[in-house]
C-alpha cells in the first residue's frame, strides 16, 4: 500500500492509524483530520455512502441540498 506509514486519522477525539488492507469508513458529520508524515505520496480513494438509519425521504431531502 502507497502511502500508508506516518498516516492517521482523527474523528471527533479518536485518531487511529491505518492498517493495510483495511478501510476506514467514518461519519463525517464529525470533526475530522488526517494526517500523514510518511516518506512517501498517499494516495486516498473517496466514497461517499449515505448513513443507513437514514429514511429513503431523508436522503430525497438531503438531495436537494
Known amino acids: 500500500m502507497i502511502g500508508l506509514e ?3 486519522l482523527r474523528v ?3 485518531i ?3 492498517e493495510e488492507g ?3 469508513i467514518f461519519d463525517d ?4 483530520e488526517a494526517w500523514h508524515d510518511g ?3 498517499r494516495i486516498t480513494l ?3 455512502i449515505w448513513h443507513p438509519d437514514l429514511t429513503d425521504e431523508e ?3 438531503l438531495k436537494l441540498m
Request: aromatic residues 12%; glycine residues 8%; without cysteine.
Open 6 to 8: 506516518g498516516s492517521r
Open 12 to 14: 471527533a477525539n479518536d
Open 29 to 32: 458529520s464529525f470533526n475530522h
Open 59 to 61: 436522503v430525497k431531502f
Open 39 to 41: 516518506e512517501s505520496a
Open 46 to 48: 473517496i466514497m461517499d
Open 22 to 24: 483495511k478501510a476506514a
Open 16 to 18: 487511529r492509524g491505518f
